[in-house]
């Protein structure tokens, strides 16, 4: 459905001076035009009615004009091209335009082509245009149906989703909010409670009203607002901010963000603002530029101490194993936290003082780059590798930090002024055995907490001490998070010195920020859909939804397990993940009078209580069954199953584990592992989409051979019918069948096993993006230098090196299932065959065009 805005009310304002002209209107009265289609006839023209209708009555005639637009439909050949004006009189609310459609005997599948309405005029005002489909379906062919109809599905349908026995849950804390694009930080401004301020990767800060936050604005846009672009590749963006400790009586925010300007760069500004409500003229003051290595490992957090002073956090700077040596050398800023006095130094004079016990705060000021001869006065501590999240906790003063680690291990700090805490000497508290530096003689200050790299942990957001007043059991702790599990912790003082973890909650989220709203409470950014999420007392107790063994789920036969319930419907996808050897079967379960509607980007979107199941076998054993669902608040969530031996049950695994199966070590993902993966970048489902479905499958209960997609139209499993014939819509190979061309079955691989994480909005801080439909050109990957290590390859690395697969680290990750792995977890066995085809394909490329 399209539609378009009509204020009906007349906006009349007061002239000359003073405040007092004003608006009076009422609700606008929406004009829309709904979808329609029609048989194509074999000859003549058929009408294909459009019903235009508004939603409440005028006392005045209302004009919208319209015309048709070509689409997959071919204007003369299909359709007689067709434009007016349509006219709703006074208390009218419903018209009709007819477009004709052309009759003929070709088989061309279903085609669509568009009605576009424009110039509302009656004394409304236009937004923009919108459009209608007309879908010609075509008649001119039988189609093969692999069922005759879709199952009913009474059994195998989502519950909602379980909740934790810590006594600890989340909730959407602005429902209505819309979402927003890739938060990197969430905050409220000292001492207010009634809105919001989020920052998106690209270089906007949006503001929301508590009361209204279904209307999101943007505060200060750096491209409009400040002529400033902000670097938004990998790591970089937009990546802190932190308001003037006497705000809004000083007008003044500071932000930490990348720019390509001159070279690769993080700046740390002042802006000045004109209003604090909704600035327009700002001010920017850059007071500290620093060179980066590269596109990672940035750090960006900022936040004002109890002593006034502004801190800063950067990361080494890119790359693995800390190449440039910067952990360990307080002769730049990178891999160190710094401290500086803005607050003395008042706009417009510019610049920033040295607080007098920095660490080494007789040396001169340093530069941006990493040849400064002394050590920098600005740094309070060192030894980072990417000190990603950070905060004060106000009553004692701590400063909290979670930095990230290498390959194997995350850790917690308390940061203490001239504390070493021990990058690239230590990973965590442990000894690396890839030390650039010089570490003999060195104190090292240990974390006081560290986790390893399993069950999908790899990548900390430190969080905050709670202090708030609705998890009683919290108050004091320090709560965190893993960005790639979801999981969040909170740390208990354990009576010796240490700390240990208690989890608290798995989630299936990306958690890229925690926040301390005015309440006292703890918020935390979803990074996957761009909410704001809340942490709350779980109420009641644990309540897990999720049956312990998968003959109650109500999605196999309960006389034998090993098979489906009878609601489900097979499918199969043409380009197989890699699932160390398994061999997999697929299905599909609906809830009853629910549809699959087909995005943009030809991804499935699946109703609320979905399930799909997948059934993993190895040596023709049944081993695991997968279950991914959709839970009726919309979140996507993974549970898994392990079969004995006998075939004859499978048991529930939380948390993950692995087992010896045919003489391997299969992995079992936990929770949070299944949504590492099932990314929202890439739909969630990854399978089901319009290029994997659109091939044969042979039905088991019908024996029929037909396409998948033609399969699920017939059937009505989706939501509109095929825009066009599977002829022409796209279709991804078989990375196995040597018939197909080389470029189609790599690219088909890569798609299947790395785009899911690597395109645009994926996990990753990599720019790269594997899809199938992208031009290798604009991969970010073809004759582009590794960020993250080159394996030893050396100066020639590049991530694809066309014509050479032995300088290419992107098959080099395949073919090793070390720290440096790709896929980097869950899975244990190198997919040889397909190593193959992607350095077969890489030494046969010329160029990257």
Same mark, same amino acid.
């Given at each position: 459905?399209?539609?378009?805005? *009509?204020?009906?009310?007349?906006?009349?304002? %007061?002239?000359? %001076?003073?405040?007092?002209?004003?608006?009076?209107?009422?609700?606008?009265?929406?004009?829309?035009?709904?979808?329609?289609?029609?048989?194509?006839?074999?000859?003549?023209?058929?009408?294909?009615?459009?019903?235009?209708?508004?939603?409440?009555?005028?006392?005045?005639?209302? $004009?919208?004009?319209?015309?048709?637009?070509?689409?997959?439909?071919?204007?003369?050949?299909?359709?007689?091209?067709?434009?007016? $004006?349509?006219?709703?009189?006074?208390?009218?609310?419903?018209?009709?335009?007819? +477009?004709?459609?052309?009759?003929?005997?070709?088989?061309?599948?279903?085609?669509?082509?568009?009605? +576009?309405?424009?110039?509302? $005029?009656?004394?409304?005002?236009?937004?923009?245009?919108?459009?209608? $489909? %007309?879908?010609?379906?075509?008649?001119?062919?039988?189609?093969?149906?692999?069922?005759?109809?879709?199952?009913?599905?009474?059994?195998?349908?989502?519950?909602?989703?379980?909740?934790?026995?810590?006594?600890?849950?989340?909730?959407?804390?602005?429902?209505?909010?819309?979402?927003?694009?890739?938060?990197?930080?969430?905050?409220?401004?000292?001492?207010?409670?009634?809105?919001?301020?989020?920052?998106?990767?690209?270089?906007?800060?949006? =503001?929301?009203?508590?009361?209204?936050?279904?209307?999101?604005?943007?505060?200060?846009?750096?491209?409009?607002?400040?002529?400033?672009?902000?670097?938004?590749?990998? #790591?970089?963006?937009?990546?802190?901010?932190?308001?003037?400790?006497?705000?809004?009586? =000083?007008?003044? +925010?500071?932000?930490?963000?990348?720019? #390509?300007?001159?070279g690769l760069h993080s700046r740390i500004s002042r802006l000045i603002l004109d209003d604090t409500d909704d600035p327009v003229v700002i001010t920017q003051e850059i007071l500290l530029t620093v060179d980066q290595v590269d596109t990672n490992h940035n750090g960006g957090d900022i936040a004002f101490g109890n002593d006034g002073y502004l801190y800063i956090g950067f990361g080494d700077g890119g790359r693995a194993r800390d190449p440039f040596e910067v952990g360990q050398d307080t002769r730049n800023f990178l891999g160190a936290m710094l401290r500086i006095d803005v607050l003395a130094v008042a706009y417009p004079v510019p610049g920033y003082n040295i607080p007098p016990d920095n660490p080494f705060s007789a040396e001169a000021k340093c530069g941006p780059t990493r040849s400064n001869t002394n050590s920098c006065p600005e740094i309070y501590a060192w030894g980072f590798r990417n000190p990603w999240r950070w905060s004060f906790d106000e009553p004692t003063g701590n400063l909290w930090l979670g930095d990230v680690g290498e390959g194997r291990f995350e850790e917690v700090d308390l940061v203490e002024r001239a504390g070493n805490y021990g990058w690239d000497c230590r990973e965590g508290a442990n000894d690396v055995t890839f030390e650039s530096a010089d570490c003999t003689g060195i104190t090292l200050i240990d974390p006081v907490y560290d986790y390893p790299h399993s069950e999908g942990n790899v990548s900390i957001t430190g969080g905050y001490v709670y202090r708030g007043s609705a998890m009683q059991a919290l108050i004091g702790r320090y709560v965190f998070a893993d960005f790639a599990s979801g999981r969040i912790w909170a740390l208990q003082d354990n009576g010796q010195g240490g700390f240990n973890a208690e989890l608290? /909650?798995?989630?299936?989220?990306?958690?890229?920020?925690?926040?301390?709203?005015?309440?006292?409470?703890?918020?935390?950014?979803?990074?996957?859909?761009?909410?704001?999420?809340?942490?709350?007392?779980?109420?009641?107790?644990?309540?897990?939804?999720?049956?312990?063994? *998968?003959?109650?789920?109500?999605?196999?036969?309960?006389?034998?397990?090993?098979?489906?319930?009878?609601?489900?419907?097979?499918?199969?996808?043409?380009?197989?993940?890699?699932?160390?050897?398994?061999?997999?079967?697929?299905?599909?379960?609906?809830?009853?009078?629910?549809?699959?509607? /087909?995005?943009?980007?030809?991804?499935?979107?699946?109703?609320?209580?979905?399930?799909?199941?997948?059934?993993?076998?190895?040596?023709?054993?049944?081993? #695991?069954?997968?279950?991914?669902?959709?839970?009726?608040?919309?979140?996507?969530?993974?549970?898994?199953? #392990?079969?004995?031996?006998?075939?004859?049950?499978?048991?529930?695994?939380?948390?993950?584990?692995?087992?010896? +199966?045919?003489?391997?070590?299969w992995i079992y993902p936990s929770e949070g592992e299944c949504l590492s993966c099932h990314t929202s970048a890439a739909g969630f489902s990854l399978g089901p989409e319009t290029a994997q479905f659109n091939g044969d499958f042979t039905y088991p209960s019908t024996s029929i051979t037909a396409n998948q997609l033609e399969t699920f139209d017939h059937i009505m499993m989706f939501t509109n019918p095929l825009p066009s014939s599977v002829n022409v819509l796209p279709k991804l190979a078989d990375p196995a069948d040597t018939g197909a061309s080389l470029d189609d079955r790599a690219r088909a691989y890569l798609h299947t096993n790395c785009a899911q994480c690597h395109q645009p909005g994926g996990p990753t801080p990599s720019t790269i993006d594997l899809r199938y439909d992208t031009a290798l050109a604009d991969t970010d990957a073809c004759d582009v230098p590794p960020a993250s290590g080159s394996l030893g390859i050396g100066v020639n690395a590049r991530l694809i090196a066309p014509g050479s697969a032995a300088n290419s680290v992107i098959p080099a990750r395949m073919d090793t299932r070390d720290a440096n792995a790709m896929p980097p977890l869950g899975s244990n066995e190198i997919d040889t065959a397909g190593v193959a085809l992607i350095n077969a394909w890489i030494d046969n490329l010329t160029n990257c065009n």
């Open positions: 459905m399209a539609c378009l805005t *009509l204020l009906a009310a007349l906006i009349s304002t %007061g002239c000359g %001076g003073g405040g007092g002209g004003g608006f009076v209107s009422s609700d606008p009265v929406l004009v829309t035009a709904e979808d329609s289609s029609v048989d194509e006839g074999d000859s003549g023209q058929s009408g294909l009615v459009f019903t235009l209708t508004l939603s409440d009555s005028l006392n005045e005639p209302v $004009t919208v004009d319209y015309s048709t637009r070509a689409d997959t439909a071919i204007e003369g050949s299909d359709y007689v091209g067709t434009s007016g $004006t349509i006219t709703f009189d006074a208390g009218v609310t419903s018209r009709a335009v007819t +477009v004709q459609v052309i009759g003929d005997i070709d088989e061309e599948g279903n085609e669509v082509f568009e009605l +576009v309405l424009s110039n509302v $005029t009656g004394g409304a005002e236009l937004d923009s245009d919108v459009t209608a $489909t %007309g879908f010609i379906v075509d008649d001119d062919v039988e189609i093969i149906s692999g069922l005759a109809s879709r199952p009913a599905n009474a059994t195998c349908i989502a519950p909602e989703r379980p909740v934790s026995g810590t006594g600890v849950d989340s909730v959407n804390a602005f429902s209505a909010s819309p979402g927003f694009s890739s938060v990197t930080k969430i905050l409220q401004a000292p001492g207010d409670a009634s809105r919001w301020f989020v920052l998106e990767k690209n270089g906007v800060i949006k =503001v929301f009203d508590v009361a209204n936050p279904a209307s999101p604005r943007d505060y200060i846009n750096f491209q409009n607002d400040l002529a400033t672009t902000v670097a938004s590749g990998g #790591e970089q963006g937009l990546l802190g901010m932190a308001f003037h400790p006497n705000f809004p009586a =000083v007008r003044e +925010v500071y932000v930490s963000y990348s720019s #390509e300007t001159g608290l /909650i798995d989630t299936p989220w990306l958690i890229s920020a925690f926040a301390l709203g005015e309440d006292g409470e703890l918020y935390f950014a979803d990074y996957s859909n761009g909410l704001i999420r809340r942490l709350v007392p779980a109420g009641g107790g644990s309540n897990d939804t999720i049956p312990e063994d *998968l003959v109650d789920t109500g999605c196999v036969d309960t006389d034998d397990p090993t098979q489906p319930a009878s609601g489900l419907v097979p499918y199969t996808i043409n380009a197989p993940f890699w699932s160390d050897n398994a061999v997999k079967d697929r299905w599909i379960a609906l809830p009853d009078s629910t549809s699959i509607s /087909i995005d943009g980007d030809d991804d499935f979107v699946f109703p609320n209580g979905s399930v799909i199941v997948k059934n993993f076998e190895l040596n023709n054993q049944l081993i #695991e069954t997968r279950l991914l669902m959709r839970h009726p608040d919309g979140v996507w969530a993974g549970y898994t199953y #392990e079969w004995n031996d006998a075939e004859t049950a499978a048991t529930r695994v939380q948390g993950g584990k692995t087992r010896a +199966v045919g003489g391997q070590q």
